[in-house]
C-alpha cells in the first residue's frame, strides 16, 4: 500500500472469524496511522452464542432426538431376529448421518447468509462514516468473499457495477473452500 494510500485511509472495518488471528496487529498498525478501526461480529457456527438464532438449530437437534427415539423404539417394542435389529439400526444411523449432513450445510449457510446481511447493512448503514477498508480474517475473510460472490451474480457478472460500492477488501486466510464444501 502506497504512502498516498496510507493517508487516505480513515475507517476500516474488520471482521474476524473464530479467533482475530492476525487483525489485532493490523489494527495497531492502522491506528498509529490515524485509521479508526471497527470490528463487526458475524455469526460463525457452533462457536458464541449468535448461532443459537439459527433456525436449523432446532432441525439438527430434531433429527438427532428422532434418531434416538427410532432407535429405542426398534430396540424395545420390535420383537425381531437380532440380524434384522443390526439391519434396521444401520438404516436408521445412515438416515440419520445423511439427514443431519443436509440439516449442518444448511445451518451453515444460514449463517454465511446471515454475516453477508450484516456487512451489507454496515456498508449502507452510515454514508457519512464512509468505509475504507474491510478486512477479515478465518470465518470472516470467508463471508466477505461470500459477499463478493453474492454481489457479482446480482450484478450479473458486470464486475464494474459493484466493485465501486465496494471498498478495498483484505482477506486472510478465508476458509472459502470449507464453507463451500
Known amino acids: 500500500m502506497s504512502d498516498q494510500q496510507q493517508r ?19 489494527e495497531r498498525a492502522l491506528i498509529q496511522h490515524g485509521v479508526v478501526v ?18 436449523f438449530f432446532l432441525a439438527v437437534a430434531v433429527v438427532l432426538g428422532a434418531a434416538f427415539v427410532s432407535i429405542k423404539f426398534t430396540s424395545t417394542h420390535l420383537r ?3 440380524g434384522v435389529y443390526i439391519l ?28 453477508v ?10 454514508q457519512s462514516a464512509r468505509i475504507d477498508l ?3 480474517f478465518s470465518w470472516g475473510a470467508g463471508v466477505l468473499h461470500w459477499l463478493l460472490h453474492d454481489a457479482d451474480h446480482r450484478s450479473g457478472g458486470d464486475n464494474g457495477s ?16 470449507a464453507m463451500a464444501k
Not at 487516505?8 to 496487529?25: C, E, H, Q
Not at 446481511?117 to 452510515?126: D, S, Y
Open 38 to 55: 471497527e470490528w463487526l461480529a458475524v455469526p460463525t457456527p457452533p462457536v458464541g452464542i449468535q448461532w443459537l438464532w439459527n433456525p
Open 88 to 115: 434396521s439400526v444401520i438404516c436408521l444411523l445412515v438416515a440419520t448421518a445423511v439427514l443431519l449432513r443436509l440439516v449442518v450445510g444448511k445451518f451453515v449457510r444460514f449463517s454465511i447468509q446471515q454475516g
Open 80 to 82: 425381531q431376529p437380532f
Open 117 to 126: 446481511l450484516k456487512l451489507q447493512q454496515r456498508l449502507h448503514a452510515n
Open 162 to 177: 459493484w466493485q465501486r460500492d465496494l471498498p478495498p477488501l483484505l482477506l486472510l486466510a478465508p476458509t472459502s473452500i
Open 134 to 136: 474491510i478486512a477479515g
Open 8 to 26: 487516505r485511509l480513515k475507517r476500516a472495518v474488520f471482521v474476524s472469524g473464530w479467533t482475530p488471528g492476525p487483525l489485532p496487529a493490523v
